[in-house]
């Protein structure tokens, strides 16, 4: 019998809640202290949308959000 994998945390975002326009940490405040791991940062204002390479969880732009110009 083999496991299922987990599926991965998705985190939809307001362009309101990167961080100079542009990047999201994680570990992400809402997640469990257990689970922390090195906090890294992901670009998401290049494709809208970005992967912890630790944990998986995915990040992205909620539909119909829109970066201010210049980012």
């Known amino acids: 019998m083999s496991a299922q994998p987990q599926p991965k945390a998705l ?3 307001a362009a309101s809640d ?7 940490f994680c570990p992400n405040p809402k997640m469990p202290l257990w689970s922390n791991h090195p906090r890294v940062f992901i670009d998401i204002a290049t494709e809208g949308v970005g992967s912890c ?6 990040y992205r732009l909620r539909a119909g959000e829109k970066l201010a110009p210049g980012h």
């Open 53 to 58: 390479p630790y944990c998986g969880t995915e």
């Open 11 to 13: 985190v939809e975002l």
């Open 18 to 24: 990167l961080i100079g326009g542009r990047v999201v």
